[in-house]
């Protein structure tokens, strides 16, 4: 079996696209009627560790436990778990200043 990538440590961030598709493939269980409960039992714990995976440290960890209660309630799938931290990171990022001698 294939060894798993290194976790990604808050260095970089996944891709705003690739965020967008994880919370869109999260709301796909509200397209078909009556199976929206059944395929989040099999969709939350795969969407937190893919997030625990994307993001790493104690946002991936936090986040990901966040993703799993949000996805396995029933009524929460509309919340776009992946998109707001990536958000979050994005305009909280701290941007190294040169200092002049």
Do not use: H, Q
Not at 32 to 59: C, H, M, N, Q
Not at 72 to 80: A, E, L, R, S, Y
């Amino acid at each position: 079996m294939g060894k798993l990538p290194p976790i990604n440590n808050t260095t970089k961030n996944p891709s705003l696209i690739f965020c967008i598709v994880m919370d869109l493939i999260g709301c796909a269980s509200y397209i078909i009627p009556g199976a929206g409960e059944l395929t989040d039992v099999i969709w939350a714990p795969i969407s937190a560790y893919i997030f625990y995976r994307s993001f790493g440290g104690w946002k991936g960890a936090f986040g990901g436990l966040f993703n799993f209660v949000e996805e396995i309630f029933p009524g929460t799938d509309f919340i776009p778990t992946f998109t707001i931290v990536w958000l979050w990171n994005y305009f909280t990022k701290k941007v190294a200043v040169p200092v002049r001698g």
